[in-house]
Structures are given as structure tokens and as C-alpha cells.
């Protein structure tokens, strides 16, 4: 895990998070934010993203012009290099994957504005989130209470910024996008 720590390309995490900290029910959106889902297209597009099996199976198909790392416990799965589709066993593996990907499919010129997105699960955030250097951060404007949640977020420990607040409608809840940059680098 120390290699990952040094890593090369910075790891962020994207999110979007209720009040509460819930990012899902573990099987489906829990919202519908067209901005938001535009907004996560452009910052993740030419960009690994390392996601768990059940988010990958919730979204259905890999995302295009994008490495999708997927890390399972499942053996035997076949990645599929034209779609992009890679599977892990491990976080640590998932980052190799994803740093051999942007070397491969950049010139070294490009690969300076890279990064490695962390796409979810709870659990993936979970191993992923004392690895990052960044989180871009969508808060939805309701509490769940209950659901699949993302790791607290120590607030002393980050930069917070306030990018853009968008007021809700009949389709869906206010909302608003932040940056949190870790204050002490890794």
C-alpha cells in the first residue's frame, strides 16, 4: 500500500452524498441530477475510474472513453480490452491497472493532467478514501438515513470549496458541488 501512497497520477474520489453521507441503496441511484451526471462526464472523460462489481452491475455497461477497473472477488472474468473493461482483485491491483493504463494511452505530456477516479461502492470508497489527495463532492439536499454510506469526511483535514449550488425543482433536489482538497499531502 506504500507504492500506492506515491503513486504517480493523483486518486479522487467523485461522489454524490445525501446529508447523511448515503450514496446509494446498493443497487440503484437514489437520484436523478442531469447537471450532475454531465458534470461527472466531463472531469472523469479520458480517466481510469475504479469502481466495485455492484456499481458496475448497477450502471449496466462500462463507460466510454474511460478505463472501468473493476474490483471483484469473483475469479474468472473476462476483461474486455475494446470497451475498456478491466477486472481486480485488488485496490492495490485496481491502481496498477489504472497507471499502466494512462502510460499506455497517453503521451507523457498528456498523462500530467491525469487522475484516477474512484467511482464507488461504499466499500470502495472505504479502502480508497485515505489514498486521495481530492474529493469532488455532489451534496444532495435530503436525509436518508438509511442506505449505503460513504466514509465520514474529517473536515479539519480538507480544503472545502463551494463550486456551484443549484436549486431544485419537481425532478429533482436542490444540490451543489464542492471540492475538498487534503490539506497535508500524502
Given at each position: 500500500m506504500e507504492t500506492i501512497k506515491k503513486n504517480k497520477f493523483p486518486i479522487v474520489s467523485i461522489v454524490a452524498i445525501s446529508n447523511d453521507f448515503i450514496i446509494g441503496d446498493g443497487k440503484k441511484m437514489l437520484w436523478y441530477l442531469p447537471n450532475?451526471?454531465?458534470?461527472?462526464?466531463?472531469?472523469?472523460?479520458?480517466n481510469p475510474l475504479i469502481m466495485g462489481r455492484k456499481t458496475f452491475d448497477s450502471i449496466g455497461k462500462p463507460l466510454p472513453g474511460r478505463a472501468n477497473i473493476i474490483l471483484t472477488t469473483k475469479r474468472n472474468l473476462k476483461n474486455d480490452i475494446q470497451f475498456d473493461k478491466y477486472f481486480v482483485q485488488s485496490f492495490e491491483d485496481a491502481v496498477i491497472k489504472a497507471n499502466d493504463w494512462i502510460v499506455k494511452k497517453y503521451?507523457?505530456?498528456?498523462?500530467?493532467?491525469?487522475?484516477?477516479?474512484?467511482?464507488?461502492?461504499?466499500?470502495?470508497?472505504?479502502?480508497?478514501?485515505?489514498?486521495?489527495?481530492?474529493?469532488?463532492?455532489?451534496?444532495?439536499?435530503?436525509?436518508?438515513?438509511?442506505?449505503?454510506?460513504?466514509?465520514?469526511?474529517?473536515?479539519?483535514?480538507?480544503?472545502?470549496?463551494?463550486?456551484?449550488?443549484?436549486?431544485g425543482n419537481k425532478s429533482c433536489p436542490p444540490h451543489s458541488f464542492w471540492v475538498y482538497d487534503r490539506k497535508i499531502k500524502l
Open positions: 450532475d451526471l454531465a458534470r461527472l462526464k466531463t472531469i472523469t472523460l479520458g503521451e507523457k505530456n498528456e498523462q500530467i493532467k491525469k487522475k484516477i477516479f474512484i467511482f464507488g461502492g461504499g466499500e470502495i470508497y472505504k479502502l480508497a478514501i485515505s489514498f486521495c489527495s481530492q474529493i469532488e463532492l455532489t451534496l444532495v439536499d435530503v436525509n436518508l438515513r438509511n442506505g449505503v454510506s460513504f466514509p465520514h469526511i474529517n473536515e479539519e483535514k480538507w480544503d472545502k470549496k463551494l463550486i456551484q449550488k443549484v436549486a
